[in-house]
């Protein structure tokens, strides 16, 4: 029987799903004793044969119903030494006779640039051991997840902000200094831009997994409504609301 797989989670900034690289993954699995070698012996000893299931772990019963000319055969796991096919007379002092002790070990995968959300790396191997002497162990396979970012939110190879603006800016318009994963670019706010609209910057998202391609990084502008102003800036806002007001009104009457 081969061991059981192990499934891990691994989180990694945007900075290495954008470049790719080798991260470190720790984790604590049972694995062969060092004192024993894994089989569970004093001294590390070949443990011995038992006789009672000849080294198979099982027992086989058979009844046989001359009238039907059926042979019945019942397997069953062996009760001399469940299941193990072997004997341990003198177990080793360090694990017990269990053959393995929880180990914290450490593994090293390369992440490939552009790495997709939730994409396991498979570690042949690494996994839990075979419950049977001389079984295949399970596999690793390591989850990558993206870290929270306060900066930026994932979607796929697209990086996602939102930016607020002051009121005047969103009237008049301005330039913006936007970070990227590649440094600060400057990017144009048009003015009249409304809230809640997005401006897209080209290029400068993830790399597309197994592509030379990169998404894109999408800004989406907030506009800050004034709560507290002075009595300079009241006096400027109702000047503003009468210019708006007359303007209004002579666009009704034509004049």
Known sequence: MQGENIEVELFIPLERVASGG??????????????????????GVAPKI????????RVTRS???EKEHILFQQISICPVCHGRGSMIEHPCPECQG?????????????IPPGIEEGMALRIPGKGMASPETGGASGDLFVVVRTRRDSRFERAGADLLRQHIISLTDAVLGTTLEVP??????????PPGIQPGEVLRIRGKGLPEFG???????????????????TREERDLYKRLHAIEKERDDSFLTGK
Do not use: W
């Not at 080798?22 to 049972?30: I, K, T």
């Not at 929880?102 to 995968?109: A, D, G, L, N, Y």
């Not at 989406?220 to 709560?227: G, L, T, W």
């Open 211 to 229: 592509s030379d391609r990169h998404g894109e990084l999408y800004l989406r502008i907030e506009v800050a409504i004034p709560v507290h102003i």
């Open 63 to 65: 009844t046989r119903k």
């Open 22 to 43: 080798e991260e470190e993954v720790r984790l604590n699995r049972p694995a062969p004793c060092r004192a024993c070698h894994g089989t569970g012996t004093e001294g």
């Open 98 to 110: 269990r053959g393995n002790m929880e180990q914290e070990e450490s593994f090293t995968v390369t």
């Open 180 to 189: 990227t994963l590649g440094g600060a670019v400057s990017v144009t706010v």
């Open 50 to 57: 038992c006789t009672a299931c000849n080294g198979t772990g």
